[in-house]
């Protein structure tokens, strides 16, 4: 029986791969953090109910949204899903939460807790950044190790 022989990944070349993960980690934060900016700063704050939960399974993962029914300023009632899930129920049923919602586009609204306003999309900028650093670390690193070995060889 014959075994192949694992490619190693150059570590310049995994490193590269690693910094275009991390920019787009901090590129979807920054783009959920300016979407969140706008909701706050032009969005209708109103109390809604959580009236039930959106069970949603994915995988192995079962995650719970909270489906809400709140008033719009024309009096309309409607009912709307929250894009962000946990793998519990956060709410309990008929809970009353504030949300900020667009005018224009009422499934548009967020929860108005800080976590969901702006510590999930700074998980993303602080997960990419934490990334970049340590590929900059390892890299200078390796530059350090490979000038060494040049003059030792010397």
Do not use: H
């Amino acid at each position: 029986m014959r075994f192949r022989s694992r490619r190693r990944i150059n570590p310049v070349t995994g490193s590269v791969i690693a910094a275009i993960i991390g920019l787009a980690f901090i590129g979807l934060g920054v783009f959920l953090l300016n979407n969140s900016l706008k909701l706050v700063q032009n969005g209708i704050k109103t109390e809604a109910t959580v009236i039930d939960y959106r069970r949603d399974t994915s995988g192995n993962n079962v995650t719970y949204k909270p489906v809400v029914e709140f008033k719009l300023t024309s009096g309309e009632t409607i009912q709307s899903i929250d894009d962000l899930g946990s793998s519990n129920r956060q709410f309990t049923k008929g809970q009353k939460v504030q949300i900020i919602y667009m005018e224009d586009d009422p499934d548009n609204f967020v929860i108005n807790s800080f976590f969901r306003v702006y510590g999930f999309p700074c998980i993303f900028i602080v997960a990419g950044g934490l990334a970049l650093i340590l590929i900059t670390g390892n890299l200078i690193k390796q530059s350090r190790a490979k000038s060494r070995s040049e003059t030792d060889y010397q």
